[in-house]
């Protein structure tokens, strides 16, 4: 039987963080997974809490959250309600966050070990965070980006600058997502700690990097970057696979699409080793 846990913490600017974790009946002592969520996205997205507890299932701790500045609130976890937030979010807070919560699992789990797993945006903070931390034993990455700062077209950071916000088009939920200018003023300031090519050249734990080769939104060519940043880690090349792995939310399935069903079995394989 898999038990469910809900957990609040505060995060960066006193802002909560909403944590959710899977396992089995002890959870103590075992092998902890913390997963990020990624950009516009929160940590019950489409099939994540069933992806959580088929991790449980094989006797892993997943642990979830919410970053703190992603949107939603304690109250309303699943909607972006919370727009202000969700435009004063950086890279920075996001990374502070994971810190928050790797203080949390390690004094509240006493894991066995830890490893950071993210989608998207979630698996580049989770590598740049593995460089900075020394608890983490393993770090995994699912369709995400190589450079966070190349997606700022620089013809548009002067008005960006002029209006003090720049806004961003959520097609699920059609929303337009307002991103203050304090994003990329953050970016320069902290643009050493930002760099996802440093992080994963320094990395000296095992890393999986997981993407699909029909992924429209971050491109594989990112994904063999980063594979040739470290060449000691592991590349699993997903055939016909998008961004999402066949996910989607809703998600109303009992079973995992093909293409997400190979990620997490290439994952769990990967942990367990």
């Known amino acids: 039987m898999i038990k469910k846990e809900k957990h609040q913490i505060i995060g960066s600017d006193n802002r909560p963080i909403l944590i959710d974790i899977s396992c089995q009946e002890k959870r103590e002592g075992k092998k902890v997974i913390i997963f990020s969520h990624g950009f516009k996205g929160f940590k019950d997205w489409g099939p994540f809490n069933k992806v959580a ?3 449980a299932k094989n006797d892993f701790v997943f642990v979830k959250f919410n970053f703190s500045h992603n949107g939603t609130t304690i109250d309303n976890p699943i909607d972006f309600s919370d727009l202000k937030a969700f435009g004063n979010n950086n890279f920075c807070k ?4 994971l810190g928050f919560v790797l203080d949390w699992v390690q004094q509240t789990l006493n894991p066995a070990e830890i490893s950071l797993f993210g989608h998207s945006r979630g698996g580049g903070i989770s590598m740049l965070k593995t460089a900075e931390d020394n608890r983490i034993s393993k770090v995994v990455s699912w369709a995400s980006p ?3 700062t190349n997606r700022m077209p620089e013809e548009r950071i002067a ?4 209006k003090g916000v720049a806004f961003v088009y959520n097609g699920r939920t059609k929303q337009n997502m307002p991103m203050y200018f304090q994003f990329y003023e953050n970016c320069i300031t902290n643009k050493e700690r930002i760099d ?3 992080a994963v050249e320094k990395l000296q734990i095992p890393q999986l990097i997981v993407h699909g080769n029909d992924d429209p939104t971050v491109k594989i060519e990112e994904a063999k970057s980063l594979n040739k940043w470290n060449p000691k880690s592991q590349l699993h090349i997903i055939d016909g696979a998008n ?6 939310h809703p998600y109303d399935l009992e079973e995992f699409p093909l293409h997400l069903k190979e990620a997490i079995d290439v994952t769990i394989e990967f942990l367990k080793k």
């Open 243 to 248: 961004h999402v792995l066949g996910g989607f």
């Open 159 to 162: 008005i960006w600058k002029e």
């Open 53 to 55: 507890e088929h991790f």
């Open 146 to 148: 190589s450079d966070f």
């Open 94 to 97: 996001e990374l502070d966050d």
């Open 196 to 198: 996802i090519k440093l």
